[in-house]
Nanobody, 124 residues
Framework: QVQLVESGGGLVQAGGSLRLSCAAS????????MGWFRQAPGKDREFVAA????????YYADSVKGRFTIFRDNAKNTVYLQMNTLKPEDTAVYYC?????????????????WGQGTQVTVSS
């Protein structure tokens, strides 16, 4: 069992930055690929970014590529999402998730554990 707790969300103006954190319980954090997803009101949950177990491989949705960076610190059992040049369309609840796959996935169904989410609101 892995418990995930996100933090770092908030209200920011367009063009600003936020860093989300996701702290995982347990000693097996490095056994999981990690992903970030988001869900805006009335929309489906969508993939944002993923990182492999070692942190050596990363994957991004086209909508955030070049603006967001995912990275992890296995010693701290934490995965991060650095979000720069935020846009109003980035407004959503952001969720972190853990997958037993090595590299992570674009598909929510391939993740085994989910956090409760953190709200990110970008004002124009």
């Amino acid at each position: 069992q892995v418990q995930l707790v996100e933090s770092g969300g908030g209200l920011v103006q367009a063009g600003g930055s936020l860093r989300l954190s996701c702290a995982a319980s347990g000693r097996t954090f490095s056994s999981y690929a990690m992903g970030w997803f988001r869900q805006a009101p009335g929309k489906d949950r969508e993939f944002v970014a993923a990182v492999s177990r070692s942190g050596g491989s990363t994957y991004y949705a086209d909508s955030v590529k070049g603006r967001f960076t995912i990275f992890r610190d296995n010693a701290k059992n934490t995965v991060y999402l650095q979000m720069n040049t935020l846009k109003p369309e980035d407004t959503a609840v952001y969720y972190c998730a853990a997958s037993k796959a090595y590299s992570g996935s674009y598909y929510p169904g391939e993740y085994d554990y989910w956090g409760q989410g953190t709200q990110v609101t970008v004002s124009s």
